[in-house]
Nanobody, 121 residues
Framework: QVQLVESGGGLVQAGGSLRLSCVASGNILSSNTMDWFRQAPGKQRELVASAPIGGGATYADSVKGRFTISRDNYNHTVYLQMNRLNPEDTAVYYC???????????????WGQGTLVTVSS
């Protein structure tokens, strides 16, 4: 069974920075796309950043220029560097991996448990 473990969330003042990490463990052959989603109270879950295996990361318009997604393929890990945070960034952030597991011929979708980021004004 593959699991995603997230870390790095917490409370930060507006203008500050946080770095989220998410590592996948289990019998993983390879990771395809690695993503970060977020969901604020009363709002729909949205895609924040996506890191395809071949490069060419994409970002939501609201975080462009402030957030950077990166990946460590050897350790099946994805990071989200968040700079110049504002209260609108407050949400539960979820890690998502599209990966290939030993014994399977198709990619699986795996989600983390979520980590809370709170930005105070």
């Amino acid at each position: 069974q593959v699991q995603l473990v997230e870390s790095g969330g917490g409370l930060v003042q507006a203008g500050g920075s946080l770095r989220l990490s998410c590592v996948a463990s289990g019998n993983i052959l390879s990771s395809n796309t690695m993503d970060w989603f977020r969901q604020a109270p009363g709002k729909q879950r949205e895609l924040v950043a996506s890191a395809p295996i071949g490069g060419g990361a994409t970002y939501a318009d609201s975080v462009k220029g402030r957030f950077t997604i990166s990946r460590d393929n050897y350790n099946h890990t994805v990071y989200l560097q968040m700079n110049r945070l504002n209260p609108e960034d407050t949400a539960v952030y979820y890690c998502h991996h599209n990966l290939l597991v030993l014994g399977d011929s198709r990619f699986s979708e795996v989600w983390g448990q979520g980590t809370l980021v709170t930005v105070s004004s």
